[in-house]
């Protein structure tokens, strides 16, 4: 159970990384016109970096979760097919500064601000679509595995976690979108589960799949 606490004034809490080696995310694009309400799914994990322009960032790699259905439509059960792995993009994390920042096209932008206060504005040209936007209240959130965290709402009804990420995902900016939204499924931590109800729904097929190495 996720248990939640409006913060107070004044509170502060030691800040808790975006990133670890064994962390995944299990993630669907969510699609009410789909008869299975979803259209596609990946697990995105970092366990390498790249050095850009003499920048160091955490390289975010996906498998994709596929449908195992006798129907054609993207229906459950899902699987995660590991002998599948493709490129999704560059973070790269600031502890010392606790943000977060996506490297599009050689640009670096925004992603998350975990320094913000309630009533403060956020804004990025990447997460919000450069819209100026209002941290509305901050919680403190009980993770499955016991860990306290920080989620910052925002005006537009959005919000980002700190350790987790935002409300549409890893890597998705945090703005509504007409006709589909991204559903985070659940959030593994090693063997620890972090987030999600979904997390029991997904089956590794890493066992009967042969994983790519690492380069």
């Not at 439509?73 to 920042?101: H, M, N, W």
């Not at 703005?175 to 987030?195: H, M, N, P, R, W």
């Amino acid at each position: 159970i996720l248990l939640s606490l409006v913060l107070s004034l004044g509170y502060t809490q030691e800040y808790y990384p975006l990133f670890s080696n064994d962390k995944n995310w299990q993630e669907q694009t969510l699609v009410p016109a789909e008869i299975c309400q979803y259209s596609s799914g990946s697990l995105y994990f970092s366990k390498r970096d790249s050095l850009v322009q003499d920048v160091n960032y955490s390289i975010i790699e996906a498998h994709p979760i596929v449908s195992l259905s006798d129907v054609p439509e993207y229906c459950p059960p899902y699987a995660i097919d590991t002998s599948q792995i493709f490129y999704s993009g560059l973070l790269r994390e600031d502890v010392s500064e606790k943000k977060v920042y996506i490297l599009i096209e050689n640009e670096e932008y925004l992603l998350y601000d975990f320094t913000l206060e309630a009533g403060e504005s956020f804004s990025s040209q990447y997460a919000t679509d450069g819209q100026e936007l209002r941290i509305e209240s901050i919680e403190a959130l009980i993770l499955m595995n016991g860990q306290e965290v920080r989620r910052f709402h925002l005006s537009n009804g959005q919000y980002y976690t700190e350790g987790l990420g935002g409300s549409q995902g890893l890597l998705g900016p945090m703005i509504t979108s007409l006709g589909f939204s991204t559903a985070v499924q659940c959030i593994e931590d090693s063997d620890d589960k972090l987030y999600g109800d979904q997390c029991f729904d997904f089956i590794s097929i890493s066992n009967e799949l042969n994983e790519p190495p690492f380069q």
